[in-house]
């Protein structure tokens, strides 16, 4: 029978590590963790759960870190897991049969806790965190293994939180501007500085990047879709609803899959006609088809999306529409629909007799 190794890096992460721990002490045969320089008590507690703990002097690097820890383990396999993250699914059987009878990467699903206007969203994506043995990192930041195996998602899903914890950004942008210095024309570094930018409220910067990474786009990157419509999202932020509305045409057939592409059609037309009720009303009847498009497709496995963007939340931004627009029996029904989910927002619009 095969082996697998659980591999970290951790720095203080002393409020969420033992929740890891706890989530995978059945299924791996070893913990590896390796400390870049916690002052608190993140060692001792990986300690009362069997961990190999190794220190290292933090380079300005997350593959140097990952793979120091990655040698220090002797499992067959490896599975890499964050502090701030935990395996929220049963999972044993099938981890077990992956790591014994395939030689592949195996790519999990993160679900990543967020807040967007004060209200906790979560989105997903898929992320290689299963590989055999003697594979690594490359990379300074947002590192990814380097390897030519296939790719098979397995169903283990993941919980991430560290988002509504904290921003990294300090410690992340200048790693990001680092690696742009030395891969000028790799859209990927201009995308996550963007969104670092953005996330910190700094619009101006990040719409510098985003239109540098889209400018850049082969649209063969997995992250592509995601860059568009993050993209869209800043512009709209900045205020220049013109320049986003072209973007949409162009990008419209490339994204048709994309239930979030579609959500953010309804969401950029409707702040586009607020703005310009005379010039552009022409985009009312599109609002409703983007949230109808987006409930058509539903939730979707083949890109990183908001969890929602194909149910609940686009049940519920149709139902708005409808209630404004006069139609209030499709309203009522929409929202219904949304509850079914267990939509708060939506549950305080059905009537409570229901």
């Not at 024309?185 to 963007?194: C, K």
């Not at 006069?326 to 219904?336: I, P, T």
């Amino acid at each position: 029978m095969k082996t697998i190794s659980l591999v970290m890096i951790a720095l203080n992460e002393e409020k969420c590590l033992r929740r890891c721990l706890e989530s995978v002490k059945n299924l791996v045969n070893e913990i590896i963790i390796v400390d870049t320089g916690s002052t608190d008590s993140t060692k001792q507690i990986a300690l009362e759960y069997g961990a190999m703990v190794y220190d290292f002097v933090w380079t300005n690097n997350f593959s140097d870190a990952r793979n120091f820890a990655l040698m220090k383990s002797t499992g067959d396999w490896n599975l890499v897991l964050d502090a701030d993250e935990y395996i929220s699914n049963d999972c044993f059987v099938t981890l077990k049969e992956f790591i014994n009878t395939k030689h592949a990467i195996g790519r999990v699903k993160i679900v990543n806790a967020f807040m967007e206007q004060e209200t906790l969203s979560y989105s997903q994506s898929i992320t290689s965190r299963v590989f055999p043995k003697g594979l690594y990192y490359k990379g300074k930041i947002h590192e990814q293994i380097e390897t030519d195996l296939p790719r098979v998602i397995l169903p283990v899903e993941v919980q991430h939180d560290g988002y509504i914890r904290g921003s990294r950004s300090e410690r992340n942008i200048p790693l990001l501007e680092l690696e742009i210095v030395n891969n000028p024309n790799n859209p990927y570094y201009y995308f996550q500085i963007a969104r670092e930018f953005k996330g910190m409220g700094c619009i101006d910067l990040a719409l510098q990047n985003f239109a540098k990474a889209y400018s850049l786009l082969t649209k063969k990157e997995n992250y592509a879709p995601n860059a568009v419509v993050d993209y869209l999202y800043c512009i709209m932020s900045g205020g220049n609803l013109v320049e986003g509305l072209s973007i949409i045409e162009v990008e419209d057939s490339y994204l048709r899959k994309f239930p979030d592409f579609h959500f953010l059609k309804g969401v950029y037309y409707l702040e586009t006609m607020i703005s310009d009720p005379t010039t552009y009303m022409y985009l009312l009847p599109q609002i409703e088809q983007a949230y109808k498009a987006c409930i058509e497709l539903g939730e979707t496995k083949e890109y990183d999306s908001v969890i929602g963007t194909g149910s609940f939340a686009a049940y519920y931004n149709l139902g708005v529409f409808y209630e404004v627009t006069g139609q209030s029996e499709k309203a009522l029904n929409c929202y219904r629909k949304s509850a079914g989910y267990n939509y708060h927002p939506a549950k305080l619009r059905v009537p409570q007799s229901e």
